[in-house]
Each structure stands twice: as C-alpha cells, then as structure tokens.
C-alpha cells in the first residue's frame, strides 16, 4: 500500500485497473463529462494528516451512470465534494467537460442530492423546488415552468402546497431530485440518496430514478455501500480500497437496460454482483 511519503516522493503505483466482463471492455477514449486525474486528498487534523484519497483517476462518460462502492471511510462522499468543487484537491486536477470546475461552477452544471433531502421544513413542495431558481435569480415565469415540469417528472403534481414533515421518505427524495433538475444541471452526483429508505420504498425508488434519469439522460455519480444498488442501476462501477481511498478496479456492466427488478434473477446481475463481492472482500 503506498504511504504519504510515497506520494511526496512520487513512487506511486498505477492504481486504476480496468475489469472486464463478459467482454465488455471499458474506453477511456470518449470525451470525459467529469475527468479526475491523479486527485489525492489529504485532510489535517489535530494530531496529524488524514491520507483520504490517494491518485485517483476516473473518466466518466456524457449520459452515463457511475456508481461508487467502497468500506465505511474510503472517500467515497470525498470524491463527490471534489467534483462538486465543495472541496479542492490536494494534488491532481478534475475537469468537467474539458473546463476548469470554475467554469463548471458559474455555468450551474451539477446537483447535488444527498442521503438525507435537506428540505427546508418551512417551505411547501413549490417553495423547496423555487429554492435554487431563487438563488439563481430566474425570472419568475420562467420558474413557474420549470418547477412544473420537474414536479411532474417525479410524479409530485398534486403535492405543490404539502409541507416535507406532511411527505412520506421516498416522496422526499423524489422532492429533492426535483429540486436538484430544477435548475437543469448536466451532472448528478447522489450521495447514498436511497440509503434511510426501507427495502420496498428503495426498490421503487430505484425504478423512479431510472425512469427520471432515461427521459433527462444526465451524468450521473452515485455512491451507495450496496452491492445490489450498483450491479443494478449502474453502466460501470468503481470499487474503492478502504483508506487511504484508491480505485481497486473498474467494473463494466453488462447488465441491458431499460432495466427492471425482474433482472435481479439474471445470470448478468448475479455475475456482477458477484465479482464486486469479492473484490471488496479483497480490499
């Protein structure tokens, strides 16, 4: 495993490994919608520094959906907030679309949806979704439309004037996926969105995102701690060591879409879901 000092003297081994199933094979030859390039974190703490990341290196697709799995600590939520621009890297650099994440930032190209929906309790359905067309300064009419048009998309129309506290857990999370497309960002980076759900509502859920995400066809990265979540929702997989976070291998799915829970049965699904099992019991 390499150290920090190794990273501070550069003797780091090549840490991106390329699986392939069913002779799928993944190309990094397409243009990247989000490219990190040798990005390491570290954090520092009261005592010493927190080595979170070390030389990670992903190209995701335009329209692809990217799922992220790893131990408790890898760095997972980590990448997220670097893609995001929340956080910067240490070292390495991350680019959306070929341009610097400022450029990314001023254009209003990525949302964010997390595991719990951050609704604000005072506002309606309506005022939760208006939130960022706020910030954003859109014309008022312009809103109108566009807070109807994702409020049908995830099949909130008819709720506009409930109150979160008045919605059940899945309604919440569509309400925050509504509220993330308001905008229209490019990319969506879902951090373990499902993961308070009980296993009936996360079932449905699933279906619901991919629905949303096959009629909006946004870049998605999405981090979850279940195998199953990621064998089934995702085109490729990226499985984490545990900390300091490095990329154990990339994971092709072969799984055909649309998909439905049916396709859990299928030789593919439990082929996929298996081999990221013992690539994390490995880790």
Request: glycine share 6%; charged share 25%.
């Amino acid at each position: 495993m390499m150290t920090p000092a190794d990273f501070r003297t550069g003797n780091s081994p090549q840490v991106d490994n390329i699986v392939r199933l069913h002779g799928v094979k993944t190309t990094e030859n397409q243009p990247a919608a989000i490219r990190l390039a040798d990005v390491t974190q570290i954090f520092q703490s009261r005592q010493d520094q927190v080595f979170a990341l070390e030389k990670i290196s992903i190209a995701v697709r335009p329209r692809e959906f990217l799922c992220i799995i790893g131990p408790s600590g890898c760095g997972k939520s980590t990448i997220l907030a670097l893609t995001a621009g929340l956080l910067k890297p240490t070292a390495g650099e991350i680019s959306i679309s070929g341009r610097s994440m400022d450029s990314a930032r001023r254009g209003h190209e990525i949302g964010m949806i997390f595991q719990d929906a951050v609704l604000l309790p005072w506002r309606t359905v309506w005022e939760n979704v208006e939130l960022p067309l706020e910030v954003l300064n859109i014309a008022k009419i312009e809103r109108t439309d566009k807070i109807r048009s994702v409020l049908e998309l995830v099949q909130l129309q008819g709720f506009e004037h409930r109150f979160p506290h008045e919605l059940s857990g899945g309604m919440r999370q569509r309400l925050g996926i509504a509220r993330a497309l308001s905008f229209d960002p490019q990319i969506l980076l879902m951090d373990e969105p499902f993961g308070a759900l009980d296993a009936i509502t996360r079932d449905q859920m699933a279906i619901e995102l991919l629905r949303i995400w096959e009629q909006r066809q946004k870049t998605v990265i999405f981090v979850t701690h279940s195998i199953g979540e990621a064998a089934f929702l995702s085109d490729r997989v990226v499985v984490m060591t545990p900390r300091p976070g490095r990329i154990r291998a990339i994971i092709e799915n072969p799984l055909p879409r649309p998909r439905t829970l049916a396709m859990r049965d299928s030789p593919e699904f439990l082929s996929t879901a298996r081999r990221l099992r013992e690539l994390l019991e490995a880790a």
